[in-house]
């Protein structure tokens, strides 16, 4: 190995007399392994370099001895990270300053990032005269080296690094390898008992278990239930495949199976069709994924007999079907509603009709926002009873349809639970109509009543008034009586008007004979008009005829004269000021309407259940009789009377039918249909 410091010495000896032509020298200093740059100018100005300095300082190899100074790249010096400048450098500070430097160590760094490290001893070269002529200096390229000794460094640090963190997590590795022994052994213990309890799960399981070989289906373990469902031995069993026992109903169902299985991994709830041992083919559900068994792969499946449920779920379709079919074809009106908030679910074809509703119209809205329920209170009262005793049962109720017509129904319902919310059946049966008739019924009742006492007592009051009658005339001739004729004659009127009422009652008798003969109700109008109209005027009032064709009836003439004299005359008395009674016949829906209508004040409603009863009304002089002979009268002619009022007038409809099933013949009030 060259020694640096005699190499230095010696060079400089050369170098004292140094002629840039000595191609000795040259060749001398061109073989050196180390760098060497010499000047022989104490001012640095020009300085040689081998071609080894020329290598690291990065001088272009065209730049052959002598390279001056000022052909340098671009370069910036660093000594332990603090940049230095031309007078700190090895080779000026001794030509400058005679300094002897020993392994200056610098970083050399250019200007496209390269960086080198090199290791310098620079010494003075002196004349003869001892002065300072020049300078030598050596440099190393030890950038390989100091790089490796910075990863060696730095891999010490690390690993003195890693040797602490090994030796911590080796003593707390050995912690948790003495606390994961002894949670080995305790899972050592569990998974025994695991085993034991799995045994013990698989074999009394009450679903049906099995494990097969993926590929053929063959079967290495089933447990009791397996051998219950399908009725199989165990030895009859193990060891077959499920194509030679046959199990499968459907054999691409299981392809199927097996493809989820292999897709998903697990397969859950796969409807399939089993054939038991007897031949009977069940429904069940498999469910199950793989397991691997010494390195083979199987398929561990579950299996639920469904076949009963499927039967019920059958059973209730049909059921619902059946319901559904019974709800929507029901005659009366049906409807599924919330309980609390009474919102419509479901409404049969029936309950739209009944109301006016079509179901867009009720579907989701309640009952209160309807205003299909007149009283909510009553609305109120059957979710209390349905609370208490889960029915209601014959409960009236009075509804508001559509159109705003006050309807009365029975309403029955049970409390059913739809999707978790509690919910009321309902069935609700109109009887609108059952109360009229009741109300008529009553009616005509106590005109029977009536009738029964016309008959027992009319005549024998009426023969003493008659007397009394003629007496007061004769009484009324005699001059001695003449300053008592006014009295007379408000006698004889009260007697007359007594009279009236008494032949008004007697015609509500019960033995009243009534003749029926083929008439036209209009021809009868038109004989009492200019009577009637005659009574219009002397109350400043109108009759106006709307007539439409009518065919013949089989009618008392006298009987239907009296009844629309009798309307007429109330309609003319209701009307306080200049109006017009009209009377009108028409033809609708197979009956024949005669209407009296009036521009009266009309009849209170609470009123108008008692219209027709005898001695009820609303007239200071009235008798009561009057309506009650109208009701009398359409009875014996099988008809019905109805009525629509209002603040505007009253209207009296008298319904006959078209086609009365009698022929014309002398009655009695026996034969008379009530």
């Known amino acids: ?36 740059s010499i000047t022989t100018d104490v001012s640095c100005h020009e300085i040689w370099h081998n071609p080894a300095a020329a290598q690291f300082l990065r001088i272009p ?69 001892g002065i300072i002529t020049g300078a030598i200096a ?14 060696l460094r730095a891999h010490q640090k690390n690993l003195r690094k890693m040797v602490k963190e090994r030796t911590n997590q080796l ?52 447990n009791d239930a397996f051998t219950s469902l399908t009725g199989y031995k165990d030895y009859e069993v193990i060891g077959c495949t499920v194509k030679e026992l046959g199990i499968w109903v459907f054999p691409e169902e299981r392809a199927v199976m097996l493809r989820q299985i292999q897709m998903h991994g697990i397969i859950t709830n796969f409807e399939m069709q089993l054939r038991i041992k007897s031949g009977r083919v069940l429904i069940c559900l498999v469910s199950g994924g793989t397991i691997d068994i010494e390195g083979e792969t199987h398929i561990i499946c579950v299996i639920k007999d469904i076949t009963e449920r499927k039967y019920m779920e059958e059973k209730l379709r049909f059921s619902e079907e059946r319901f559904t079919k019974y709800f929507n074809s029901s005659p009366y009106p049906m409807c599924i509603s919330t309980l609390y908030e009474g919102r419509f679910i479901e409404v049969n074809e029936s309950f739209c009709i009944a109301s006016g509703y079509s ?78 008739i009741e109300v008529e019924m009553l009616r005509l009742d106590r005109l029977n009543l009536v009738g029964e006492m016309a008959a027992s007592i009319g005549h024998e009051i009426r023969n003493p008034m008659t007397t009394v009658r003629g007496y007061l005339q004769l009484l009324k001739e005699n001059e001695k009586y003449i300053p008592e004729v006014e009295s007379f004659d408000l006698m004889i009127e009260e007697l007359d008007r007594a009279n009236l009422i008494i032949t008004e009652f007697l015609s509500l008798a019960k033995n009243k004979l009534v003749e029926l003969k083929p008439g036209n109700i209009n021809s009868i109008i038109n004989k009492l008009l200019p009577l009637l109209q005659a009574s219009a005027l002397l109350r400043d009032h109108r009759i106006k005829t709307e007539l439409g064709d009518l065919p013949d009836l089989l009618l008392d003439k006298k009987e239907i004269r009296q009844l629309i004299l009798n ?31 009036d521009q009266g004040h009309g009849i209170e409603r609470q009123d108008l259940d008692k219209l027709g009863t005898p001695f009820f009304t609303t007239k200071e002089n009235g008798t009561g009789l009057g309506l009650a002979v109208c009701y009398r009268i359409a009875a014996h002619h099988n008809a019905k009377i109805e009525i629509e009022t209002g603040s505007t007038g009253t209207t009296f409809y008298i319904i006959f039918p078209l086609k009365p099933s009698c022929s014309a013949t002398k009655m009695s009030e026996k034969e008379v249909s009530l």
């Open 359 to 436: 179901p867009d119209e009720l579907i989701g809205r309640s009952v209160i926002e309807d205003g299909l329920w007149l009283n909510p209170e009553e609305r109120r009262l059957v979710e209390a009873k349905i609370t208490s005793k889960g029915s209601v049962r014959d409960l009236e109720i009075s509804f508001r349809t559509r159109s705003g017509e006050h309807r009365v129904a029975l309403f029955n319902a049970e409390s059913i639970d739809v999707q978790g919310t509690p919910c009321l059946l309902s069935v609700v049966m109109d009887i609108t109509e059952k109360k009229q």
């Open 1 to 36: 190995m060259i020694d640096e410091r005699d190499l230095e010495i010696r060079l400089g000896s050369l170098m004292c007399g140094l002629n840039p032509d000595n191609q000795g020298i040259i060749n001398l200093l061109s073989i050196l392994p180390i760098g060497v």
């Open 171 to 222: 003593g707390k590795a050995k912690q948790t390898i003495q606390e994961e022994i002894a949670r080995h052994s305790q899972t050592e213990r569990v998974l025994s008992l695991a085993k034991v309890a799995v045994s013990k799960v698989f074999q009394y399981s009450p679903d049906s278990i099995s494990i097969s070989t993926l590929k053929e289906g063959r079967y290495i373990q089933i």
């Open 138 to 151: 050596v440099c190393e390229d030890i950038t390989t080296r100091k790089r490796a000794y910075n990863k």
């Open 567 to 597: 309307l007429v005359q109330n309609g003319l008395e209701s009307m306080s000021w200049s109006g017009s009674v009209i009377i009108g016949t028409c033809i609708e829906k197979g009956k024949i309407v005669l209407t009296v209508n």
């Open 61 to 129: 190899e065209s730049h052959a001895l002598p390279h001056l100074a000022d052909n340098l790249p671009l370069v910036r010096v660093f000594r332990k990270g603090q940049e230095r400048f031309s007078d700190e450098m090895p080779l000026q500070r001794a030509a400058w300053f005679g300094e002897s430097i020993r392994g200056d160590e610098l970083e050399f760094v250019w200007e496209d990032g390269t960086r080198k490290t090199s290791r310098w001893n620079a010494n003075p070269i002196y004349g003869d005269t």
